[in-house]
């Protein structure tokens, strides 16, 4: 049996890098595999390299490990492909909020939504465009599992654009890295205990069902009541979609409030489009480099790894082990019926004969799929302004964002982005609206 070979494209994130590398080594001790880590700065590649090794041996895993700056050479024959990258996110974030902040405008965030999520996405698809063509030329019978943001638009563009088998991981409406943590924790009980269900859109999911799965008890009006008592003090707007939709948005008011009318009362704020500060960056390299030289322990980097698992998706799929997903990101294949066939969407979904497939939820309830479905339009016009190099979808998009409260001041900061990110968006170059 061929040896698969798993190819991590973005490899020095130390964040989503960590957690695939414990979950296939440690979690799953996953045997007899090539394991190839490429980044375009080949010595945080071979850094994260030399901390696989070091856990492989102490695991007793046999693996074969390398490290590369040539995406070609780590894509060639892979089985697997992982994808955590963007283009130069700090520095072009920045230049994102300061444009937004010129125009007065009060996005709580720019990552995937609003004028942010535009720019972030114009930049962002055509380098996973680029990777997903290379998989179609060196692995084209490889799956990508992507992370990288805006994810539901880079999803979009990869599953309209090229023949890739794709799926995209985000975990943030689990609230932990082991399942639905949040939710028990407000019920006071073991979320292996409780049935949940959850949907929508990534970073816009919906709380749908919470259920004791032996008794089949309807827990949704518990968690009401928990969150109406300051379960989740800490997201206080969640709370207050909660009452005005009827539903619980998953992901927090960092992310929800990317989409929804923002509540001007309260000062918007941006936990970063990226994590950790650069002081948290720089002491996380040095315990990075003192593991794979063997003069630190590599345990503590474990702490605030991703809690996404496509680790656990590549052991089921070789192993031919059924697994359960509590959230993946994939075509709407009738999973949700109130959205567009073939939109991305993020449903519960089961590892299952080589595939990966989605738990059909029905319909979403009123008003969230309507909601879903406007942000979804939204999702859809970017992904194809972004591969056509279309100014006037772009701006179609911000007019039908309904995070987007003033249309003109937004009109005129992604004008502004995009002659200020020109550098890296070729595809914008002698086109005019």
């Given amino acids: 049996m061929k040896k698969p070979k798993?190819?991590?494209i973005g490899a020095g994130s130390y964040v989503f890098s960590m957690g695939l590398l414990y979950d296939l080594i440690v979690e799953r001790k996953f045997p007899n595999s090539h394991l190839v880590l490429m980044d375009v700065n080949g010595q945080m590649a071979e850094t994260m390299a030399g901390i696989a090794r070091r856990m492989a041996s102490e695991q007793g895993v046999e693996m074969h490990i390398e490290s590369t700056t040539s995406r070609e050479e780590a894509l060639l024959g892979a089985d697997y492909v992982s994808t955590s990258v963007a283009v130069g996110i700090i520095k072009r974030y920045e230049m994102d909020r300061a444009v937004i902040e010129k125009f007065g405008l009060n996005e709580i965030t720019?990552?995937?939504?609003?004028?942010?999520?535009?720019?972030?996405?114009?930049?962002?698809?055509?380098l996973m465009l680029e990777i997903a063509k290379d998989m179609e030329r060196l692995c084209p019978n490889a799956w990508l599992f992507n992370v990288s943001n805006p994810l539901p638009r880079v999803m979009t563009a990869i599953t309209r654009y090229t023949s890739i088998r794709a799926a995209g991981f985000c975990n943030v409406a689990n609230g932990g890295i082991n399942g639905y943590e949040q939710i028990g924790g407000w019920l006071g009980r073991n979320p292996r205990e409780l049935d949940i269900v959850?949907?929508?859109?990534?970073?816009?999911?919906?709380?749908l069902s919470v259920r004791d799965k032996q008794s089949g008890e309807d827990l949704m009006p518990q968690v009401k009541q928990a969150i109406q008592q300051g379960a989740w003090s800490w997201n206080k707007l969640s709370g207050k979609w909660f009452e005005q939709y009827g539903w619980l948005p998953l992901a927090g008011d960092s992310h929800t409030g990317e989409f929804l009318p923002y509540d001007l009362s309260t000062p918007a704020h941006s936990h970063g489009g990226?994590?950790?500060?650069?002081?948290?960056?720089?002491?996380?390299?040095?315990?990075?480099e003192a593991a794979a030289a063997g003069t630190g322990p590599w345990q503590p980097l474990m702490q605030g790894r991703s809690w996404e698992r496509p680790g656990?998706?590549?052991d089921a799929l070789v192993h031919g082990t059924p697994m359960k997903l509590d959230m993946v990101n994939i075509v709407n294949k009738g999973y949700i019926a109130n959205l567009p066939e073939g939109a991305v969407v993020e449903v519960p979904a089961i590892v299952k004969d080589g595939q990966i497939q989605g738990v059909a939820i029905d319909r979403l309830p009123s008003p969230v799929g309507e909601l879903c479905s406007q942000v979804s339009a939204v999702h859809s016009l970017v992904a194809d302004a972004a591969v056509l190099g279309d100014r006037t979808m772009v701006e179609e998009a911000v007019m039908l964002d309904p995070g987007i409260g003033d249309k003109k001041q937004a009109i005129l900061a992604i004008r502004e982005l995009i002659s200020q990110h020109e550098d890296v968006l070729p595809q914008f170059k002698n086109r005019e609206i």
């Fill in 274 to 288: 990226y994590h950790g500060d650069p002081n948290e960056r720089v002491e996380r390299i040095r315990m990075m």
């Fill in 110 to 126: 720019s990552e995937c939504g609003g004028v942010g999520g535009i720019s972030y996405a114009l930049r962002a698809i055509p």
């Fill in 6 to 8: 798993i190819a991590m």
């Fill in 312 to 314: 656990l998706v590549i």
């Fill in 198 to 207: 959850s949907g929508g859109l990534n970073h816009f999911s919906w709380l």
